[in-house]
């Protein structure tokens, strides 16, 4: 999974052998790299101020406040977890779980503060708006379901779509979502107003898969990490 700090200076790209690498996207170097145990997982989010990074990975919830070499474990016990976003106060988290709804964690103490009404399906990725005001829930069923990042309720569900929602980001307007297509082979841009397709880049011509994505600070580009 790959993930980028609000301001855009630095990326976080996780692989499979538990390592997640640190980019400076202005320079193109590698900065020290988070060193972790092998784990499945690996869902990372900056906070809103890109002061933190909450990791998720294997049961365990991690925050790297500062310092990559030494995170501080917030939950250890997280069971069925498949992703982790923060919230807009920077002090919460909203945690996807498989077969579970999910739920928001006290990122200071780890307590859970309440579950996610609404979502009964596996969630398979979450993304925040970029005002904040949204979170964006991929669930098993290929819908997406627009949550108000303050209280957790459902503002909008867009259904039946022909769309794999994983991996999921916000372009930089808010008003449109990028999202793999269903056999996860190409990727289509979508309205959250209305859930219709903005647009639909081609597939690849050999046959990968689309493991994340990442849009650039300008809305230009989509980056696709594929397998």
């Known amino acids: 999974t790959m993930a980028v700090s609000p301001a855009a200076k630095v990326a ?26 092998p784990a499945y997982g690996n869902s990372m989010s900056f906070a809103p101020g890109g002061d933190a990074v909450v990791l998720q990975r294997s049961g365990e919830l991690l925050v790297f406040e500062g310092d990559w070499a030494k995170p501080r474990v917030v939950r250890n016990s997280l069971l069925l977890a ?7 106060d920077g002090k919460s988290v909203v945690i996807g779980r498989y077969f579970d709804a999910p739920s928001f964690v ?16 596996s969630v398979f990725a979450m993304e925040g708006s970029p005002d904040n005001s949204l979170v964006a829930v991929g669930v098993a069923d290929g819908g997406i379901i627009l949550l108000d990042a303050a209280t957790g309720l459902t503002v909008r569900t867009l259904d039946k779509l022909a769309v794999f929602p994983n991996p999921l980001r916000f372009l930089p ?22 859930g219709e ?15 994340d994505l990442v849009c650039s600070p300008d809305g230009r580009f989509i980056y696709v990490a594929i397998d």
């Open 173 to 194: 307007d808010g008003r449109r979502i990028a999202v793999a297509t269903r056999d996860r082979l190409g990727v289509c841009v979508l309205d959250i107003q209305t």
């Open 106 to 121: 006290d990122v200071a103490t780890g307590q859970s503060l309440l579950e996610v009404p609404g979502v009964r399906s």
């Open 82 to 88: 498949s992703s982790a976003q923060f919230m807009p």
């Open 197 to 211: 397709l903005v647009r639909q880049y081609p597939k690849q011509e050999k046959e990968v898969r689309v493991r």
């Open 12 to 37: 976080l790209i996780s692989t499979d052998g538990g390592k997640v690498v640190v980019w400076d996207i202005e320079s193109a170097k590698e900065l020290p790299a988070l060193a972790l145990a």
